[in-house]
């Protein structure tokens, strides 16, 4: 169900953003507007209260937002609590961020490493991806499990390519424990 709030309401925003021809605004609006919602936890709280009646959910949205964001993404915030979907709101501004960067050519690729990688091997990581992929860019995140004992991890959208140590010594482990003796 979330999937399906995530979509309508993602879509819908995409589709007003393109009318005004502001999508490239909108975009960037709901990265910050993601990043805030995201550390500001508290504020879904107050706005998915049940004791905070619709108005003034509405009201706080307007306070904390008028003039700092578009007319657009005003009107599509003061929708989104008005229909009662504010507890969805993040799911909704990264369905969007996610279709946008789609739209645009701009991967995001998780790489999982056993030791921490120079800046030059973080390079030819991405330089590497952006030759093999259809992407025209890369938003990139790094991260260290030494359990991996070994080479790396990458995940793009619901792709893995797993060269770790940790993933070939359990695949040598199976393959032992299939051995038949004569």
Not at 91 to 102: D, H, P, T, W
């Amino acid at each position: 169900m979330a999937k399906l709030v995530s979509k309508v309401y993602g879509d819908a925003l995409m589709q007003a953003a393109r009318e005004k021809g502001k999508l490239d605004e909108v975009f960037e609006e709901s990265l910050e507007l993601y990043g805030i919602f995201k550390e500001q936890q508290d504020l879904i709280h107050l706005l998915d209260h049940p004791q905070v009646v619709k108005e003034e959910k509405t009201q706080i949205i307007r306070n904390v937002f008028q003039g700092k964001v578009s007319d657009e993404m005003m009107g599509f915030l003061t929708a989104i609590v008005d229909k009662g979907r504010q507890n969805e709101i993040l799911s909704i501004l990264g369905y969007f961020i996610a279709q946008v960067k789609e739209e645009k050519g701009i991967g995001t690729a998780r790489v999982t490493s056993a030791v921490e990688m120079t800046k030059a091997q973080k390079e030819q990581v991405k330089s590497k991806l952006l030759a093999t992929t259809r992407y025209v860019e890369f938003d990139m995140d790094y991260s260290v499990d030494p359990s991996l004992i070994g080479g790396m991890v990458i995940r793009i959208g619901d792709r893995v390519v797993d060269s770790s140590i940790k993933t070939r010594l359990y695949e040598l482990k199976k393959q032992l424990l299939n051995v038949q003796l004569a």
